[in-house]
C-alpha cells in the first residue's frame, strides 16, 4: 500500500527519507544502539536512487551498516556460483 498519487518505485524519494531519519534517531538516541542491519533489498523493485544518502545518515548518527543482501534472483537464473559472484560485485561494487 502506498499514498495516492505517491511513487515508491525510489525507495529513496523525500517521503521515505524523512522516514528513515526519523527512525534513525530513535534508534541512536532512544535506544542507544551504535548499529543497524539492513534487510535484503527486492530485486522485484527497481533499482533506482542511491543509497549515499541514508549512509551519511548512520554516520551522522555514529550508527555503524551490516547490509544484507539475497541471492534468490540469482538462483532463480539459475545461475553458477562464479556468475552470481560477478554479478552481486557489479550490484553492489563497494557498497
Not at 1 to 8: I, S
Not at 62 to 77: C, G, K, M, Q, R
Request: proline share 5%; aromatic share 14%.
Amino acid at each position: 500500500p502506498h499514498l495516492m498519487g505517491a511513487t515508491f518505485s525510489d525507495k529513496y524519494n523525500s517521503f521515505l527519507s524523512s522516514l528513515y531519519r526519523r527512525d534513525l534517531e530513535l534508534i541512536a538516541v532512544q535506544l542507544g544502539a551504535n548499529t543497524v542491519r539492513m534487510t535484503s533489498p527486492d530485486f522485484f523493485l527497481p533499482d533506482t536512487g542511491t543509497w549515499k544518502p541514508f549512509l551519511d545518515e548512520c554516520k551522522r548518527k555514529n550508527l555503524d551498516v551490516i547490509p544484507t543482501f539475497s541471492v534468490y534472483h540469482y538462483l532463480a537464473e539459475g545461475l553458477a556460483a562464479s556468475e552470481m559472484e560477478a554479478l552481486i560485485q557489479e550490484k553492489f561494487g563497494n557498497f
